[in-house]
């Protein structure tokens, strides 16, 4: 089925599965996909080398200047690079998930981030998932989802990714990550995590990905009257 030129945001916890989700959906549906997590975790890995972040979170002011020398994009499609690096495998470290969250509330950092989204998804049919896209980054995205599932299983996800990552994860810290980001996120004063009032709710606790894609195309095509449309449009 051919959908729709929309905008679909995604957001969520941590580690409910949406970069996976959006990834899939941009592959089904021929969208293109951002990650806009992907962006504050670079944000995160270029203040530690920097030296900007100290190891109890307190952050430099001087961050807000160096950000105008930092070059982050994404090439080609998903991989993140910093200038001529691929930081895709530093940026998904226990090191950078750990101070991320202190980074991404910083409004300067939020400002920086959410200009070079709108960016990238100038051209649109975007999927782009994150924490704030359906209620500050694209408020007016067509199809908004909010994602949930239970901490443990969240926190299981995460262990078995960092495990397949070569890293050797414990997993009642792994859950304590997880639940502190989600509280800093839900907390913060600029862009908190919250559910926006028109998004539709996916809790995948007890859901295979065929089922979540299912889900939301059965969404699309009710929500643009494609209810009856043939397979291909
Ligand atoms: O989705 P993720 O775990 O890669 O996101 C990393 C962090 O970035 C997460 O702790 C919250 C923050 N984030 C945000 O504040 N706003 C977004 N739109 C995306 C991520």
């Given at each position: 089925m051919r959908f729709p030129d929309i905008t679909i945001a995604i957001d969520g916890y941590s580690s409910t599965g949406k970069s996976t989700f959006a990834r899939l959906i941009a592959e089904h549906f021929d969208f293109l996909y951002l990650d806009s997590g992907a962006m504050y975790r670079g944000v995160t890995l270029f203040a530690q080398e920097?030296?900007?972040i100290a190891p109890d979170n307190t952050i430099d002011p001087a961050l807000e200047k160096a950000l105008a020398?930092?070059?982050?994009?994404?090439?080609?499609?998903?991989?993140?690079?910093?200038?001529?690096r691929n930081i895709e495998k530093q940026i998904r470290s226990m090191e950078v998930s750990s101070q991320v969250?202190?980074?991404?509330?910083?409004?300067?950092?939020?400002?920086?981030?959410?200009?070079?989204?709108?960016?990238?998804?100038?051209?649109?049919?975007?999927?782009?998932?994150?924490?704030?896209?359906?209620?500050?980054?694209?408020?007016?995205?067509?199809?908004?989802?909010?994602?949930?599932?239970?901490?443990?299983?969240?926190?299981?996800?995460?262990f078995d990714e960092l495990v397949s990552k070569g890293e050797s994860p414990v997993f009642e810290e792994v859950l304590r990550n997880l639940q502190e980001r989600d509280y800093i996120d839900s907390h913060r004063e600029t862009s908190p995590l919250r559910r926006a009032e028109d998004s539709f709710e996916l809790n995948n606790s007890e859901m295979s990905l065929t089922e979540e894609i299912a889900w939301v195309e059965g969404l699309i095509r009710g929500k643009f009257g494609l209810l009856n449309a043939p397979e291909e449009v």
């Amino acid at each position: 089925m051919r959908f729709p030129d929309i905008t679909i945001a995604i957001d969520g916890y941590s580690s409910t599965g949406k970069s996976t989700f959006a990834r899939l959906i941009a592959e089904h549906f021929d969208f293109l996909y951002l990650d806009s997590g992907a962006m504050y975790r670079g944000v995160t890995l270029f203040a530690q080398e920097q030296g900007l972040i100290a190891p109890d979170n307190t952050i430099d002011p001087a961050l807000e200047k160096a950000l105008a020398g930092l070059d982050l994009h994404f090439a080609p499609g998903t991989v993140l690079y910093m200038g001529e690096r691929n930081i895709e495998k530093q940026i998904r470290s226990m090191e950078v998930s750990s101070q991320v969250s202190p980074i991404a509330a910083v409004p300067y950092v939020r400002h920086y981030v959410d200009e070079r989204l709108h960016a990238f998804a100038a051209a649109g049919r975007v999927v782009m998932d994150g924490r704030d896209i359906g209620t500050t980054v694209f408020p007016d995205a067509e199809i908004k989802i909010f994602m949930t599932a239970r901490p443990e299983v969240r926190a299981q996800r995460r262990f078995d990714e960092l495990v397949s990552k070569g890293e050797s994860p414990v997993f009642e810290e792994v859950l304590r990550n997880l639940q502190e980001r989600d509280y800093i996120d839900s907390h913060r004063e600029t862009s908190p995590l919250r559910r926006a009032e028109d998004s539709f709710e996916l809790n995948n606790s007890e859901m295979s990905l065929t089922e979540e894609i299912a889900w939301v195309e059965g969404l699309i095509r009710g929500k643009f009257g494609l209810l009856n449309a043939p397979e291909e449009v």
